[in-house]
């Protein structure tokens, strides 16, 4: 986010714009203090918990709020990404070679 606040900044001065970087400058520290207050006053919602507790519908919902099952998501978003970057690593290093 600094890297392209720097960026629109150098941008809008190099072309003689500088009230327009003060004021896209101005609009991001907004939009990062309203989200940063966004996250500090917000509160979780309730979760829906089904009331037969001998349906299928409770054993789905107790599986998904566990912490083994969020453990699990977490490693396999991290395997997803690995495995994309070493895909993308695979076709740098071909395209190097074919040059």
């Not at 919902?61 to 993308?88: C, Q, R």
């Amino acid at each position: 986010m600094q890297f392209s606040i720097a960026a629109l900044i150098k941008v809008n001065v190099s072309r003689g714009g500088q009230l327009e970087a003060m004021y896209i400058l101005s609009c991001l520290l907004t939009m990062q203090k309203q989200c940063i207050d966004f996250a500090i006053n917000a509160k979780p919602a309730c979760r829906y918990m089904p009331k037969n507790k001998n349906s299928t519908k409770f054993r789905v919902w107790k599986l998904v709020v566990s912490t083994p099952f969020e453990y699990f998501i977490m490693v396999m978003i991290a395997m997803n990404t690995i495995i994309l970057m070493m895909k993308v690593l695979s076709l740098l290093l071909c395209h190097s070679h074919c040059r």
